[in-house]
């Protein structure tokens, strides 16, 4: 509620706009991934952002016939938005622990993080 408020879109469009600007380009499937969203819903999620103008999908040059996404100007102004929201919400966040115990959670994920990585499941 809080994205709709502020930016102006649901939820599962920021996430993908946050995605498709932190990781531009990508395909849907690697959206999907990086949104942790279904396909339909990120193919869903696009479409809205490509009509509202925030997105550009794209033939990817890799795969003819994939396609691309990318931020347009508007969406940059959008991506902005978003990551001002997402840092102002990670800070509330964390503000429950101590500096100390944020210096913990930092490297016990960094710890799963890698743990995860090594022990993902093949494609």
Not at 14 to 37: E, K, T, Y
Not at 39 to 57: D, F, M, N, W, Y
Not at 76 to 85: G, I, L, T
Request: charged fraction near 25%; hydrophobic fraction near 45%; charge should be negative.
């Amino acid at each position: 509620m809080v994205y709709e408020e502020e930016v102006g879109i649901p939820i599962s469009e920021a996430r993908c706009l946050a995605a498709i600007g932190a990781f531009h380009p990508l395909s849907v499937n690697d959206l999907a991934m990086r949104a942790n969203l279904n396909k339909a819903q990120a193919s869903r999620s696009t479409q809205a952002l490509v009509e509202q103008g925030l997105v550009l999908k794209q033939a990817s040059e890799v795969d003819g016939r994939g396609v691309v996404l990318s931020l347009t100007p508007k969406g940059c102004e959008y991506w902005d938005k978003v990551m001002v929201v997402i840092a102002r919400r990670n800070e509330e966040i964390l503000s429950a622990l101590t500096i100390d115990e944020r210096e913990q959670l930092s490297v016990l994920l960094d710890r799963l993080l890698q743990h995860a990585r090594q022990t993902s499941l093949p494609e």
